[in-house]
């Protein structure tokens, strides 16, 4: 049972046991997607300096020492090659420089919303006119707009009159939008969508 413990908590002599938890825990939290320090299993690897100096190819202990004692990581950047090539980064830094560039190109991003507006056969001039302002407003917003006419039993019988309305509220909504098909038929609803006017 000893024996087992003491393999367990093994460490090397040139190790302190603060660092060896530390850099496994590091590893472990980090590295998803390139193997960095005590996960590259290799024998030899191509080594580049932090400052991007090619340093030739030396022993994966080798460099990992190197990177150690310069108080950073040696991460493997390109796996495939022959050997594969490593370079020594703070690999920390570097991961908050890609989220924040992930972030920033986000942000740049215009994200385009559909909204959706439901009308009826027999709906009132009124309540199709309060409509044709709502679909307006989202349209102004820069949103797209998803008509949605829907027929209920015996109206399934007067379609033309539901086309009728349809096209009504499309020619409202002229100035603002306009639809980038025609209305069709999904199932028992006629369907359109009305792109802003850029």
Same mark, same amino acid.
């Given at each position: ?12 002599? /040139? ?11 590091? &590893?472990?939290? %980090? ?6 320090? =005590?996960?590259?299993?290799?024998? *030899?690897?191509?080594?580049?300096? *932090?400052?991007? =100096? ?16 310069? /108080? ?13 090539? &490593? ?35 027999? %709906? ?8 044709? /302002? ?26 033309? %009159?539901?086309? *009728? ?20 038929? *999904?199932? /028992?609803?006629?369907?359109?969508? %009305?792109?802003?006017?850029?």
């Amino acid at each position: 049972m000893t024996d087992f413990y003491i393999r367990l908590f093994f460490v090397p002599e /040139n190790f302190s046991v603060r660092d060896l938890f530390f850099r496994k825990l590091r &590893c472990s939290k %980090i590295s998803k997607e390139i193997a960095i320090n =005590e996960e590259i299993r290799v024998k *030899e690897v191509r080594l580049i300096s *932090e400052t991007g =100096e090619q340093l030739g190819i030396v022993t994966s202990k080798e460099a990992k020492e190197l990177a150690s004692s310069k /108080n950073l990581d040696l991460a493997m950047i390109s796996p495939n090659a022959k050997p594969p090539v &490593c370079k020594i980064m703070d690999y920390g830094k570097y991961k908050y420089e890609q989220a924040r560039k992930e972030k920033e190109a986000k942000k740049k991003q215009k994200v385009i919303n559909v909204k959706e507006v439901r009308l009826r056969p027999g %709906i009132g001039d009124h309540d199709l006119n309060t409509k044709a /302002n709502q679909a307006a407003k989202f349209l102004q917003k820069g949103d797209k707009v998803k008509v949605e006419l829907r027929f209920r039993g015996r109206e399934l019988g007067h379609k033309d %009159i539901g086309k *009728e309305v349809m096209l009504k509220f499309i020619d409202m909504l002229s100035e603002f939008g306009e639809p980038n098909k025609a209305p069709k038929f *999904e199932g /028992n609803n006629m369907v359109a969508i %009305i792109d802003p006017k850029k």
